[in-house]
């Protein structure tokens, strides 16, 4: 059995991956911390757990009982407890923070099991790819990895308000959120640096370099992500369309069959023929990609549950992959039908 600890367990995140690993064959929980909940049951909080387990929240944090350790943080924070705090170093960790995504003076590896799959099963650190980050790639690393982003690609992207984490705030709170849609960190969302890392890795040697707009001292050469983020009506999942324009009329079906050729491996996402909706993807682990051909403009669809996918469910999928089990354990969820 693969020995968990969960930090940050009490929010959106931390209930989630409960949720998973509670019912996952091949895991214990042996903590779940969270200072202010200490001793409550973790139904008290994460009130969808009744009847599933007895489990109570803590205050310890026994690292040398654990084969690993969860973080649930909010962004800034895991950097932060590291320091304060020493992981032996056999326990392996999953963040789900921004904190160590982007390369630098560290060892974790970039948790995207369609492109990082050999590194993630060798790693002992990972950083957990972010929400917006992992559905505007899924729709666009064939295009990227074919050299096809030739020129500034528009995004549009609109997700649920559990994005938002479970502190209520002046746009998360239902009377302002129901019935109602607005755009927020216009170009400036911070998922760009990760999904820029990533297109650069994956293009060939000749192709335009993705530019990262958030750098300092950013200047205009070579392609931008023009990335506009909106919040929706809605509790969960994200739904994204990609716009890449091409120099010249494109083949849809050749187009059609490098999505399908690159994802044919993939354990959770999926091309499909047809349109796609979000309905189909809430509640399950499942990347759900389509594409429409209009002249030189390539329309992609890409989705995700942003609380699974786009985060939890993708750091159990990369959990069985470290520890070398069944990609899919614990992952068998269905979506809601209608």
Avoid at 30 to 47: I, L, M, P, T, W
Avoid at 160 to 168: E, F, I, V
Avoid at 257 to 265: Q, S, V
Wanted: hydrophobic letters at 40%; charged letters at 20%; a negative charge.
């Amino acid at each position: 059995m693969i020995k968990v600890g969960i930090l940050g367990a009490a929010g959106y995140t931390g209930g989630e991956l409960i949720r998973l690993l509670i019912h996952h064959p091949d895991v214990e929980i042996v903590f779940a911390n969270s200072e202010s909940n200490a001793g409550n049951r973790f139904s008290d909080v994460h009130e969808g757990l009744i009847g599933d387990t007895d489990l109570c929240f803590t205050s310890d944090m026994p690292f040398d009982k654990v084969d690993v350790v969860f973080f649930c943080f909010g962004h800034g924070k895991s950097e932060a407890f590291l320091k304060e705090h020493e992981i032996p170093a056999n326990v392996k960790i999953i963040d789900l923070a921004q904190d160590f995504r982007i390369k630098g003076n560290h060892d974790y590896v970039y948790g995207l099991p369609e492109t990082h799959r050999d590194a993630i099963k060798a790693c002992q650190h990972l950083a957990n790819p972010g929400c917006f980050a992992t559905c505007v790639q899924l729709g666009l690393l064939p295009l990227a990895k074919a050299g096809l982003l030739t020129a500034d690609i528009s995004v549009n992207a609109i997700t649920g308000s559990t994005g938002a984490g479970q502190k209520p705030t002046s746009t998360t709170h239902f009377s302002w959120r129901n019935d109602n849609m607005s755009v927020y960190k216009l170009f400036t969302h911070q998922h760009l640096h990760e999904i820029c890392q990533t297109l650069n890795e994956l293009r060939p040697e000749g192709t335009p370099h993705v530019v990262d707009t958030l750098d300092e001292g950013y200047e205009a050469e070579g392609i931008t992500v023009d990335f506009i983020p909106y919040r929706g009506d809605f509790a969960r999942g994200i739904f994204c369309t990609e716009v890449v324009k091409l120099p010249k009329a494109a083949d849809k079906d050749a187009i059609v069959k490098l999505f399908k050729d690159f994802y044919a491996d993939a354990a959770f996402t999926h091309y499909c023929d047809s349109a796609i909706d979000l309905k189909q993807v809430v509640g399950t682990n499942k990347g759900l990609v389509h594409v429409d051909v209009f002249g030189r403009n390539i329309v992609v669809t890409s989705m995700i549950d942003n609380l699974l996918k786009g985060a939890v469910g993708q750091a159990v999928q990369n959990m069985n992959l470290m520890f070398g089990i069944d990609e899919k354990a614990g992952l068998n969820l269905k979506a809601i039908a209608f």
